[in-house]
């Protein structure tokens, strides 16, 4: 067998590599000799022992040959041939390394302690068979075994194993090992019986035992390949050593012997792929290793398998029936083997989800079968819901008394605990100022807190009780000494801060703003005393314009407070949408104070909510109002989904002004924030003080007994109750609760922005007082002013310092007032991002800077934003409709807003390259649209060139016939002398010949790209030589006219028979023609240009003519002459000559005007190259014409019939 040849070539090579390696074998010289087996059992022993004693003679026992120097014997291929070989080797204990053989069984080597195996046992490879079938889900496989002792072991150990693991052999056909010459007569029983086995329909999956003889004969009988190949060689002895040998071979793997004398290794799983050439690859897609941890002994790599051509590259199946479909189990078929089965629906409540199942199972309790029985069906929940219509009654009314005792709670306990956090920020800002003793030396600050409670008379009260009294009311008295009130700080809200400046005004005192916005700017003009702690309100509307702008949202949602601010708010900001592009989806006006009369249109108010909140197409929500209407939203909120099931499939992105803070009220304490995850908002600017978290550790219960609000807002934020109250309800307060475990909607430790402010706001009353005290200790040291008494200070002076107020607050921050008594600064840009825990984080990721650069004005990290889950962290959407996608405009759509729109392709030959384009347009005239109308590409220029087929055709017939003509014109020339030259005028018969050759050549001007030179020769040069060429055929019917006519006894034509008479009718019409030639160029000159518009894709490089008059003069002069030519050669067709010309002019002249009567429809009705040709082929055709009609019958004589070519033939003809 050729192909183990190899086998040879490998043992040379290895000896070969050992014996140039100079530090493996110093000073030795490795040989071997080769013996073939033949696979007979007598020629095996008879080798082996030849191996042993003698190469010449054979005497057993003895060693004869010195020269031999036998160490080890490798072989052999079979398990037969190594067996026979061992059966001599080991009486002499003669290693023996065999390299292909696998022992029958474990005891047949018991014996053979000199054998040694370079293969693993095959014992691995039966399991790695079992998990390579359960692999592809094989179940009906083929066995094809030899028919020998080895085959019978292999079928005794594998078939218990298929069983074990539900495999099944379809049939199993033992196969001779060598088929000999006595059983051809069997031949056709043979192949029938492989036939059978071979056309088995099921079985897709063949596992074949055997050797590469076996092979062959399977090979054969299938017709499949011509035989393959088959190798034996052979070594010798050193037990002891090789039995620990270890080291690694030259391929870099590990050599080494286990206890039982087999090499450690494993299996490479291979894949034949066969060409047409008759080749194959084997490809590597696996591997076996026993040695490998538990899941990695069988590697396969699936991808790479490729099948036979006939499964198209799917995934055999190789199975005794169809698979069993989920809703159906496996029933035994009787008689067959357990493999075929056939298939039985589920009983009624059981379920199959697999396929192949044995038995159906029962669903759990809490579900059911579906209608197929493949699954289980989670079992309805059957209870009394929201959602219909006796929920919703009942709902309705346990809402309505829930939302009058949670009002009612509001009003007795009216207190939003995270608003506490301002109280201890003015508390700490003074308490840092007296300590420090620079600032305000031997002064010592104090401060009274009033609250409101969003009620304008309470307002009105408590400024006049700040203003004159603690205890008695008395106004315009001033009766408690040890107040000198200097400066009011407040309020939170517009309406507020309002209420309080009506009567602070009248009374010039200071009031500082810290979260109030004036409603409109004429309010702030009377109020000369009012000072506001935040930029303008102006500057967030230009922001919340930017950051719909920069995210595309065109489609946005308002809720705003149903008051003045609101209204004045959507004033500014509707003008605002209009202007960029943008629309309100929908504006609901939210009530500030919800009061007990309108609780019976609570489920109206809820109702008209739910129709904003569920618009599907508005994504992004702005929210105007205060923290108690975001409250009221949040509890809408929960109406809508009492259970909290559609938490991440409510997804919207909520953006929020700056008078809004994230507060739950202590009613809604089971609620979270968590439906505002990923909220966008404009808070005052502000920066993180690490003092006050300090100061904010040290607060506890009885840390101040001045404090009148701590107990309440502690048993509120902690959900306890102090021992000293009557009724204990809640847990009772301990004092050690920690205020850094609050929800951040019940109170955070960081500063927020308005608590920020009143920071700020007490240092610039701080700084102001400073620099009154500083400016009076300088004029009482100049001119000796009594003792300066802080004291003594009125309110109103504070005005002058306050307004010229500028210094460094603790976190490094200018503070200074414009000339609106408005502070300098800008807003932060936050991102909201909620915790499972009811914690939130407001983390910064942007800015407005109103006195920045432009570019430097709006500023946001897209990045850093966390959006709402149900987005899957991608930008949202929020639009009326889908964006129109380059090559479509949009178009409006009646009775919609402006943003709601269609999308309408772009028209031909225009196109649109962006998003949302309000019109297309048209490319340059230097570009063509795409396909899809997306982008302009750049025409390319066009014109007949020499490199394409049509411009090689023409170039070649061209050549050709001017070839043919110079040809023609030697012929004549050689032949000048001879009757038929000589009888028609020889020198008209040159000069036309001429004249052909040129208007051959003058076509040649028309290929190639245009260029100034070959535009101006073009179709001058064309007109005069072809009105030449045509001149010389009249002057020659001319001739023959006239020749005719002097024949006649006393005509007067004999004086103008010759060479005269044809130049005064060549020159002149020649001459006429090229006076029409010059007065074109000196006129209206052809030139290169470009025509653009004419093909879509394409600019077509070409002449242009001038002036089209010139042109078709030049052509109907030359029609003139041809159609005169051809008038007078129809006359003179039947004058007697031997060598009459006129009929061959005849036909030239009716093929000349042929062409070029059809030249003009063909010219007319093309445009580029096309044009350009129709014109060469007309000059080609024309003049092709008058050549082959003219001169063919004279080259026909001349060359072909000489004998007629004489004076006698013409004399004899005549007569």
Same mark, same amino acid.
């Given at each position: 067998?050729t192909?183990?040849?190899?086998h040879?070539?490998?043992?040379?090579?290895a000896?070969?590599?050992?014996n140039?390696?100079?530090?493996?074998l110093?000073?030795v =010289?490795?040989?071997?000799?080769?013996?073939?087996?033949?696979y007979n059992?007598?020629i095996?022993?008879?080798n082996?022992l030849?191996?042993l004693?003698?190469?010449?003679?054979f005497?057993? *026992?003895?060693?004869?040959?010195?020269? /031999?120097?036998?160490?080890?014997?490798?072989?052999?291929?079979?398990?037969?041939?190594s067996?026979?070989?061992a059966d001599?080797?080991?009486?002499?204990k003669?290693p023996q390394?065999?390299?292909?053989?696998?022992?029958?069984?474990?005891?047949?080597?018991?014996h053979?302690?000199?054998?040694?195996?370079m293969?693993?046992?095959?014992?691995?490879?039966?399991?790695e068979?079992?998990?390579?079938l359960?692999h592809?889900?094989?179940t009906w496989?083929?066995?094809?075994?030899?028919d020998?002792?080895?085959g019978?072991?292999?079928?005794?150990?594998l078939?218990?194993?298929?069983?074990?693991h539900?495999?099944?052999?379809?049939?199993?056909?033992?196969?001779?090992?060598?088929?000999?010459?006595?059983?051809l !007569?069997?031949?056709?029983d043979?192949?029938?019986?492989?036939?059978?086995?071979?056309?088995?329909?099921k079985?897709?999956a063949?596992i074949?035992?055997?050797? &590469?003889q076996?092979?062959?004969?399977?090979?054969?009988?299938?017709?499949? /390949?011509?035989?393959?190949?088959?190798?034996?060689?052979s070594?010798? +002895?050193?037990?002891?050593?090789?039995?620990?040998?270890?080291?690694?071979?030259s391929?870099?793997?590990?050599m080494?012997?286990?206890?039982?004398r087999?090499? /450690?290794g494993?299996?490479?799983i291979?894949?034949?792929?066969?060409?047409?050439n008759k080749s194959?690859?084997?490809?590597?897609?696996?591997?076996?290793d026993?040695?490998?941890?538990?899941?990695?002994t069988?590697?396969?790599?699936?991808?790479?398998?490729?099948?036979?051509?006939g499964?198209n590259?799917?995934?055999?199946?190789?199975?005794?029936?169809?698979?069993?479909?989920?809703?159906?189990q496996k029933?035994?078929?009787?008689?067959?083997?357990?493999?075929?089965?056939?298939?039985?629906?589920c009983?009624?409540?059981?379920?199959s989800n697999q396929d192949?199942?044995?038995?159906?199972?029962?669903?759990?309790?809490a579900?059911?079968p579906?209608?197929?029985?493949t699954?289980? =069906?989670?079992?309805?929940?059957s209870?009394l819901?929201?959602?219909?219509?006796?929920?919703?009654?009942l709902?309705?009314v346990?809402?309505?008394?829930?939302?009058?005792?949670?009002?009612?709670?509001?009003?007795v306990?009216?207190?939003i605990t995270?608003?506490?956090?301002?109280?201890l920020?003015?508390?700490?800002a003074v308490?840092?100022? @007296?300590e420090?003793?620079?600032l305000?030396?031997?002064?010592?600050?104090?401060?009274?807190?009033?609250d409101?409670?969003?009620?304008?008379?309470?307002?009105?009260? *408590?400024?006049?009780?700040?203003l004159?009294?603690?205890?008695?009311?008395?106004?315009n008295? +001033?009766?408690?000494?040890?107040?000198?009130?200097?400066?009011?700080?407040?309020?939170?809200?517009?309406?507020?801060?309002?209420?309080?400046?009506?009567?602070l005004?009248?009374?010039?005192i200071?009031?500082?703003?810290?979260? &109030?916005?004036?409603?409109?700017?004429?309010?702030?003009?009377?109020f000369?005393s009012?000072?506001?702690?935040?930029?303008n309100?102006a500057?967030?509307?230009?922001?919340?314009i930017n950051l719909?702008?920069h995210?595309?949202?065109?489609?946005?949602g308002?809720?705003?407070?149903?008051? !003045?601010?609101?209204?004045?708010?959507?004033?500014?900001?509707?003008?605002?949408f209009?202007?960029?592009?943008?629309?309100?989806?929908?504006t609901?006006?939210?009530?500030?104070?919800?009061?007990?009369e309108?609780?019976? !249109?609570?489920?109206?108010?809820?109702?008209?909510?739910?129709v904003g909140?569920?618009? !599907?197409k508005? *994504?992004a929500?702005?929210?105007?109002g205060?923290?108690?209407?975001?409250?009221?939203?949040?509890?809408?909120?929960?109406?809508?989904?009492?259970e909290?099931?559609?938490?991440?499939?409510?997804?919207?992105?909520?953006?929020?002004?700056t008078?809004?803070?994230?507060?739950?009220?202590?009613?809604?304490?089971?609620l979270?924030?968590?439906?505002?995850?990923?909220?966008?908002?404009?808070?005052?600017h502000?920066?993180?003080?690490?003092?006050?978290?300090?100061?904010?550790?040290?607060i506890?219960?009885?840390?101040?007994t001045?404090d009148?609000?701590?107990?309440?807002f502690?048993e509120q934020?902690?959900?306890?109750?102090?021992?000293?109250l009557?009724?204990?309800? *809640?847990?009772?307060c301990?004092?050690?609760?920690k205020?850094?475990?609050?929800?951040?909607?019940?109170f955070?430790m960081?500063?927020?922005?308005?608590s920020?402010?009143?920071?700020?706001?007490?240092?610039?009353v701080?700084?102001?007082?400073?620099?009154?005290?500083s400016y009076?200790?300088?004029? /009482?040291?100049?001119?000796?002013?009594k003792?300066?008494?802080?004291?003594?200070?009125q309110?109103?002076?504070?005005h002058?310092?306050?307004?010229?107020?500028l210094f460094?607050?603790?976190?490094?921050?200018?503070?200074?007032? @414009?000339?609106?008594?408005?502070?300098r600064?800008?807003f932060d840009?936050?991102?909201?991002?909620?915790?499972?825990?009811?914690?939130?984080?407001?983390?910064?990721v942007?800015q407005?800077?109103?006195?920045?650069?432009e570019?430097?004005?709006?500023?946001?990290?897209?990045?850093?934003?966390a959006?709402?889950r149900?987005?899957?962290?991608? =930008?949202?959407?929020?639009l009326?409709?889908?964006?129109?996608?380059?090559?479509?405009?949009?178009?409006?759509?009646e009775?919609?807003?402006f943003c709601?729109y269609g999308?309408?392709?772009c028209?031909?030959g225009?196109?649109?390259?962006?998003?949302?384009?309000?019109?297309?347009f048209r490319?340059?005239?230097?570009?063509?649209p795409t396909?899809?109308?997306?982008?302009?590409?750049?025409?390319?220029?066009?014109?007949?060139?020499?490199?394409?087929p049509?411009?090689?055709s023409l170039?070649?017939?061209?050549?050709?016939?001017?070839?043919i003509?110079?040809?023609?014109?030697?012929?004549?020339?050689?032949?000048?002398?001879?009757?038929?030259v000589?009888?028609?005028?020889?020198?008209?018969?040159?000069?036309?010949?001429?004249?052909?050759?040129?208007?051959?050549?003058?076509?040649l001007?028309?290929?190639?790209?245009?260029s100034t030179?070959s535009?101006?020769l073009?179709?001058?040069t064309?007109?005069?030589?072809?009105?030449?060429?045509?001149?010389c055929?009249?002057?020659?019917?001319?001739t023959?006219v006239?020749?005719f006519?002097?024949?006649?006894?006393?005509? %007067?034509?004999?004086?103008w028979?010759g060479?005269?008479?044809?130049?005064?009718?060549?020159?002149?019409c020649?001459?006429?023609?090229?006076?029409?030639?010059?007065?074109?160029?000196?006129?209206?000159p052809?030139?290169?240009d470009?025509?653009m518009h004419?093909?879509a894709?394409?600019i077509?490089v070409?002449c242009?003519?001038?002036s089209?008059?010139?042109?078709?003069?030049?052509?109907?002069y030359m029609?003139?002459?041809?159609?005169? %030519?051809f008038?007078?050669?129809?006359?003179?067709?039947?004058?007697?000559d031997?060598?009459?010309e006129a009929?061959?002019?005849?036909f030239?002249?009716l093929?000349f005007?042929?062409?070029?009567?059809?030249?003009f429809?063909?010219?007319?009705?093309?445009?580029?190259?096309?044009?350009?040709?129709?014109e060469?082929? &007309?000059?080609?055709?024309?003049?092709?014409?008058?050549?082959?009609?003219?001169?063919?019958?004279?080259?026909y004589?001349?060359?072909?019939?000489p004998?007629?070519?004489?004076?006698?033939?013409l004399?004899r003809?005549n007569?």
């Open positions: 067998m192909k183990f040849y190899q040879i070539l490998a043992l040379a090579f000896v070969k590599e050992i140039e390696n100079p530090n493996l110093p000073n =010289t490795l040989g071997f000799h080769i013996y073939d087996s033949y059992a007598r095996t022993y008879r082996t030849d191996l004693f003698e190469m010449r003679r005497a057993p *026992n003895y060693k004869c040959d010195s020269q /031999r120097n036998l160490i080890a014997i490798i072989g052999g291929l079979s398990s037969d041939t067996f026979d070989m001599t080797l080991s009486l002499y003669i390394l065999a390299y292909g053989s696998f022992p029958q069984e474990e005891s047949d080597i018991d053979l302690l000199s054998f040694y195996r293969v693993p046992n095959e014992a691995h490879q039966y399991m068979i079992i998990s390579l359960q592809f889900g094989w496989v083929g066995l094809f075994v030899m020998d002792e080895g019978e072991k292999f079928l005794q150990a078939e218990p194993m298929l069983y074990q539900g495999i099944c052999s379809a049939f199993t056909q033992r196969m001779e090992k060598v088929a000999h010459f006595d059983k !007569d069997e031949l056709f043979i192949l029938e019986s492989y036939y059978v086995c071979l056309t088995n329909d079985a897709n063949f074949v035992y055997g050797d &590469s076996t092979l062959t004969w399977l090979k054969f009988l299938i017709f499949l /390949r011509d035989p393959a190949n088959k190798e034996i060689t070594i010798r +002895k050193l037990h002891y050593f090789l039995q620990g040998i270890l080291f690694n071979n391929a870099g793997e590990t080494s012997f286990n206890e039982k087999e090499l /450690r494993g299996f490479d291979t894949n034949m792929i066969t060409f047409p194959f690859l084997q490809v590597k897609v696996g591997c076996v026993p040695d490998a941890l538990e899941g990695k069988f590697i396969f790599h699936e991808d790479m398998i490729v099948w036979h051509r499964f590259q799917v995934i055999p199946i190789s199975l005794c029936n169809d698979h069993c479909q989920p809703g159906n029933k035994k078929k009787e008689g067959g083997k357990f493999c075929c089965y056939g298939c039985a629906p009983s009624e409540g059981e379920i192949d199942i044995n038995d159906c199972f029962r669903c759990p309790k579900q059911y579906n209608k197929n029985k699954a289980c =069906t989670e079992k309805m929940m209870f819901s929201y959602k219909e219509p006796l929920g919703i009654s709902a309705s346990a809402l309505s008394f829930f939302l009058i005792t949670a009002l009612v709670l509001g009003i306990i009216n207190m995270k608003f506490y956090q301002h109280i920020a003015l508390a700490f308490k840092v100022i @007296n420090n003793p620079n305000l030396p031997n002064v010592t600050l104090g401060f009274h807190i009033y409101s409670y969003n009620d304008a008379r309470m307002t009105y009260r *408590n400024t006049m009780d700040l004159f009294k603690m205890h008695r009311f008395a106004p008295y +001033k009766c408690d000494l040890q107040r000198n009130l200097i400066a009011i700080i407040g309020g939170l809200s517009s309406d507020t801060s309002f209420h309080m400046a009506d009567t005004s009248l009374y010039k200071p009031q500082l703003a810290y979260g &109030s916005f004036p409603q409109k700017e004429s309010d702030i003009d009377h000369l009012f000072y506001r702690m935040v930029p309100e500057h967030q509307y230009m922001a919340i719909l702008q995210f595309g949202w065109t489609w946005v308002l809720f705003v407070t149903d008051d !003045d601010g609101g209204e004045n708010f959507l004033q500014a900001l509707e003008p605002l209009y202007q960029h592009g943008i629309c309100s989806a929908f609901k006006r939210m009530q500030k104070t919800y009061h007990f309108m609780m019976h !249109d609570v489920f109206d108010i809820f109702k008209s909510y739910y909140l569920t618009n !599907d508005a *994504n929500f702005i929210v105007y205060d923290s108690l209407s975001l409250s009221w939203l949040r509890f809408l909120i929960f109406l809508r989904d009492p909290n099931k559609e938490s991440s499939t409510f997804r919207k992105v909520w953006i929020m002004t008078q809004i803070d994230f507060i739950l009220l202590s009613y809604q304490k089971f979270d924030l968590e439906p505002f995850e990923g909220a966008i908002s404009f808070t005052i502000s920066k993180d003080l690490l003092e006050f978290n300090e100061f904010l550790q040290i506890k219960p009885y840390w101040n001045a009148g609000f701590l107990k309440v502690w934020a902690f959900d306890c109750t102090f021992p000293d009557i009724m204990q309800v *809640n847990e009772t301990t004092g050690e609760e205020l850094e475990y609050l929800p951040g909607h019940l955070e960081d500063m927020t922005s308005h920020y402010n009143i920071y700020n706001a007490v240092f610039v701080a700084h102001a007082l400073h620099a009154i005290y009076r200790s300088k004029h /009482r040291a100049l001119g000796g002013e003792k300066l008494e802080l004291q003594d200070l309110p109103w002076q504070l002058y310092f306050l307004q010229g107020t460094n607050n603790s976190a490094g921050e200018a503070m200074s007032f @414009n000339e609106k008594r408005e502070l600064g800008g840009i936050t991102n909201m991002i909620t915790f499972p825990n009811k914690s939130f984080l407001q983390m910064k942007g407005v800077d109103p006195d920045a650069l570019e430097e004005a709006f500023i946001i990290h897209e990045d850093l934003l959006w709402h149900g987005f899957n962290q991608v =930008t949202p959407l929020s009326c409709n889908d964006h129109c996608h380059p090559g479509n405009q949009k178009g409006k759509k009775g919609e807003k709601c999308c309408a392709p028209s031909e225009e196109i649109s390259n962006q998003y949302d384009m309000t019109n297309c490319c340059p005239k230097a570009q063509y396909k899809n109308k997306t982008a302009c590409i750049e025409k390319t220029m066009t014109f007949l060139s020499y490199e394409e049509l411009g090689i170039a070649s017939f061209a050549l050709s016939f001017f070839f003509t110079a040809l023609v014109l030697g012929t004549f020339i050689k032949y000048r002398d001879t009757p038929i000589k009888a028609n005028n020889r020198d008209l018969t040159y000069s036309l010949l001429v004249s052909l050759l040129l208007c051959f050549l003058s076509s001007l028309f290929l190639g790209e245009p030179v535009c101006l073009r179709q001058p064309f007109g005069i030589i072809f009105s030449m060429a045509i001149s055929v009249l002057a020659k019917t001319i023959v006239l020749a006519m002097a024949t006649k006894p006393g005509s %007067s034509m004999r004086k028979v060479k005269r008479l044809a130049y005064s009718v060549v020159l002149p020649s001459l006429i023609q090229s006076t029409i030639c010059t007065v074109w160029l000196m006129t209206s052809p030139f290169p470009l025509d004419s093909l894709e394409e077509i070409q242009n003519e001038g089209v008059t010139m042109f078709y003069c030049v052509l109907g029609g003139l002459l041809a159609i005169a %030519s008038v007078a050669a129809f006359a003179a067709r039947k004058l007697p031997s060598f009459n009929k061959f002019i005849t030239s002249m093929l005007c042929s062409v070029w009567l059809s030249f429809p063909a010219y007319l009705s093309t445009s580029g190259k096309s044009m350009v040709a129709v060469i082929f &007309s000059i080609l055709a024309s003049s092709a014409g008058l050549l082959g009609c003219i001169f063919a019958p004279k080259c004589i001349i060359v072909l019939r004998e007629l070519n004489n004076r006698d033939q004399i003809r007569n």
